[in-house]
Nanobody, 123 residues
Framework: VHPVESGGGLVHTGGSLRLSCAAS????????MGWFRQAPGKEREVVAA????????YYPDSVKGRFTISKDNANNTLYLQMSSLKPEDSAVYYC?????????????????WGQGTQVTVSS
């Protein structure tokens, strides 16, 4: 899978954004996928993950209830709906895919990465 992210931008605190990840090279219906973010000086961290069948998802406590990951298998696109955004959500957001079908929270388990899209939340 070759992911390409879009949808980042500048938003005020409390606002919403939807990130998209257009995939090519393989159907995402057979791939576990994830969204990660990395802020300056910090490690890359998972913000959402989904297994290949869409039956299981994972969110860290920092975004639970505010972020939603979803797949559109017909269009081979992964989404991240983000709401109630906070300044601490500001980061470069990356879409990633696994060749394995199982969900993972670890960046090291992902095989293919997009180039990232910047999300900035102003206070």
């Amino acid at each position: 899978v070759h992911p390409v992210e879009s949808g980042g931008g500048l938003v005020h605190t409390g606002g919403s954004l939807r990130l998209s990840c257009a995939a090519s090279g393989r159907s995402i219906s057979s791939a576990a996928m994830g969204w990660f973010r990395q802020a300056p000086g910090k490690e890359r961290e998972v913000v959402a993950a989904i297994e290949f069948s869409d039956l299981a998802t994972y969110y860290p406590d920092s975004v639970k209830g505010r972020f939603t990951i979803s797949k559109d298998n017909a269009n081979n696109t992964l989404y991240l709906q983000m709401s109630s955004l906070k300044p601490e959500d500001s980061a470069v957001y990356y879409c990633a895919s696994r060749r394995d079908e199982g969900l993972s929270r670890r960046a090291i388990d992902y095989d293919d990465w997009g180039q990232g899209t910047q999300v900035t939340v102003s206070s």
